[in-house]
């Protein structure tokens, strides 16, 4: 059975990092990513990654400032957020595409079969 697990959210200030890790388990997966929700807010893509290593997709409102990375041996994924700013704060899961299944690897959210129950992170002016 599919299981996806996300954990390293918390609180920082603004200018600080984080790094969130995702641990998946029960499958093979193409491609794994991250998605954030804010509060009142649509879940929007942040950033995904192939199974090869290579990243697929950022947000544009990320792009310079957080990195994707993937240890397949570890069936892990990383998200390292650096600069943050307080409109970052949000919900963040992780969400992971079966490798039975086509390759697919933007930011579509139901492109994504299995999900964590998210982290959440905080920054603070």
């Known amino acids: 059975q599919a299981h996806v697990a996300e954990s390293g959210g918390g609180s920082v200030q603004a200018g600080g990092s984080l790094r969130l890790s995702c641990a998946a388990s029960?499958?093979?997966?193409?491609?794994m990513g991250w998605f954030r929700q804010a509060p009142g807010k649509e879940r929007e893509a942040v950033a995904s990654?192939?199974?090869?290593?290579?990243?697929?997709y950022y947000a544009d409102s990320v792009k310079g400032r957080f990195d994707i990375s993937r240890d397949n041996a570890q069936n892990t994924v990383y998200l390292q957020m650096n600069r943050l700013k307080p409109e970052d704060t949000a919900m963040y899961y992780c969400?992971?595409?079966?490798?039975?299944?086509?390759?697919?690897?933007?930011?579509?959210?139901?492109?994504?079969?299995?999900w964590g129950q998210g982290t959440q992170v905080t920054v603070s002016s």
């Open positions: 969400a992971a595409r079966s490798g039975r299944l086509s390759p697919r690897c933007g930011g579509v959210d139901a492109d994504f079969g299995s």
């Open positions: 990654i192939y199974s090869s290593g290579r990243a697929a």
């Open positions: 029960g499958d093979t997966y193409s491609c």
